[in-house]
């Protein structure tokens, strides 16, 4: 079992997880401006702690006033680049989540860095958002357990 990616949120809890409106999230979705893995069966949509790590990515990129589109694909990218998540355990995840930061800037396309803890910025960047993905990470994950855990209270309630 992989809890990256056997571990399902619903829709509206991911909306909430990424910080986002479920109207949004429902929009990018329709439009097929993300990539996701999950499928939406029987008019449901749950969705892998993968994806939402990648979505909570992509809404900080689109408040930077990148286009959805743009930002699944550097958003994909540092993914691929930060862990392979579809081989990895919930303990190596852990492990994996490191000080990393996501540099991003537009010449004249975007452009995407990732740094490491005590890399320096590189020179000539007068515009540019980081984005540091543990943080983003770990942020995620707490908002899915709170809510999670908020449900389980109110069913035993």
Do not use: H
């Not at 990424?18 to 999950?38: C, D, F, H, M």
């Amino acid at each position: 079992m992989n809890p990256l990616l056997d571990f399902k949120i619903r829709f509206s809890d991911a909306a909430y997880a990424i910080e986002s409106t479920p109207k949004a999230l429902r929009n990018w979705i329709q439009k097929g401006q993300v990539t996701l893995v999950s499928e939406d069966t029987g008019g449901w949509r749950e969705f892998s702690l993968a994806e939402i790590a990648i979505l909570a990515v992509i809404r900080r990129l689109v408040n930077f006033g990148m286009k959805v589109e743009e930002a699944d694909q550097l958003a994909n990218d540092a993914a691929r680049s930060f862990f392979e998540y579809e081989k990895i355990s919930a303990e190596a995840f852990k492990l994996a989540i490191r000080p990393v930061s996501m540099l991003v800037w537009r010449d004249p396309e975007w452009k995407m860095k990732l740094l490491e803890r005590d890399e320096p910025l590189p020179d000539g960047l007068d515009t540019f958002l980081v984005i540091k993905l543990n943080r983003v990470f770990e942020r995620i994950f707490e908002r899915v357990f709170r809510r999670a855990s908020d449900a389980k209270v109110g069913d035993d309630g």
